[in-house]
């Protein structure tokens, strides 16, 4: 198997190709970790704690031409760290997150849609992004959050309750 030679060039620090391969997939990644995270400044973290990850761990990465969902699975595995350590830094039990991401406005479908994903608890928003948006399968998302299938399987069940129950509502 040929080795990527920007692969390469990133392994041995070399800055010029970092840039090149974080430029390459920052825009996907950051939508996915605003996504499961419901917030612009912790997608921001997620993105830089991803890559720096990406970029001390690349030697081990056995396939190259895995790249992209090796990436993302880093993403992932990130934003919900991120996001049980924001959980932890909760308000007298109310998630912090829960009362920044109020639905505001019906300007358009997709930003309505958007900001009621936003609103979700974070486990039923993870999972939500991940099946739904994403495209993994449930045994691929509770490999990836360290949850069992079933657990996915009613994280998304639940989502889905509650999404239709916001979208009536407004």
């Not at 990527?4 to 920052?26: E, M, T």
């Not at 920044?100 to 019906?106: D, G």
Request: hydrophobic share 40%; net charge positive; with cysteine.
């Amino acid at each position: 198997m040929q080795q990527d030679p920007l692969i390469l060039q990133c392994i041995d620090n070399q800055r010029v190709a970092q840039k090149v391969l974080y430029d390459k997939y920052k825009d996907a990644m950051y939508t996915l970790s605003y996504r499961i995270s419901g917030s612009f400044e912790l997608a921001d973290d997620i993105l830089q704690e991803a890559f720096v990850k990406v970029f001390r761990s690349l030697k081990k990465l056995k396939d190259h031409r895995t790249l992209p969902g090796w990436i993302k699975t880093i993403v992932v595995r990130t934003a919900y760290e991120n996001i049980e350590r924001e959980k932890k830094k909760s308000l007298g039990g109310v998630d912090v997150a829960d009362v920044e991401y109020k639905l505001t406005t019906k300007s358009s479908d997709v930003e309505y849609i958007e900001q009621a994903i936003a609103k979700l608890p974070h486990g039923f928003r993870t999972v939500f992004v991940l099946v739904e948006i994403e495209g993994y399968k449930h045994h691929e998302v509770a490999e990836m959050l360290g949850i069992t299938e079933g657990t996915s399987k009613s994280q998304l069940s639940r989502a889905k309750q509650k999404l239709r129950e916001m979208l009536i509502e407004a």
